[in-house]
């Protein structure tokens, strides 16, 4: 089981930026599909971004060009970095793992094994 520690988040005027750490422990992190998350008030919880463990990735389309996610294997460290913020990104952040990049792209939720805690994001316009 990996368990996993959300960092970053924080209050941000609408066209800033936040990078958001995922710090992952378990041995299996490198091989692992990881994914961010975010849940807005009211709101179901949507993909953001995933990643497989080779590095390929998807994004949800309402973040493309602005997200970017990356992955450090050897610190076991995905990041989620976040450029010109708008508001209607204000939302809890969670980090996910899942052993299959399917599993973490199209879910649902329950479905995925790891979660983190979630760290919150608040874009102020």
């Known amino acids: 089981q990996v368990q996993l520690v959300e960092s970053g988040g924080g209050l941000v005027q609408a066209g800033g930026s936040l990078r958001l750490s995922c710090a992952a422990s378990?041995?299996?992190?490198?091989?692992?599909?990881m994914a961010w998350y975010r849940q807005a008030p009211g709101k179901q919880r949507e993909l953001v971004a995933a990643?497989?463990?080779?590095?390929?990735?998807s994004y949800a389309s309402s973040v493309k060009g602005r997200f970017t996610i990356s992955r450090d294997n050897a610190k076991n460290t995905v990041y989620l970095q976040m450029n010109s913020l708008k508001p209607e990104d204000t939302a809890v952040y969670y980090c996910?793992?899942?052993?299959?990049?399917?599993?973490?792209?199209?879910?649902?939720?329950?479905?995925?094994?790891?979660w983190g805690q979630g760290t919150q994001v608040t874009v102020s316009s």
């Open positions: 990643s497989t463990g080779g590095g390929s990735t």
């Open positions: 996910a793992a899942d052993g299959s990049f399917g599993t973490v792209v199209r879910g649902p939720p329950a479905a995925i094994r790891s």
């Open positions: 378990g041995s299996i992190f490198s091989g692992d599909a």
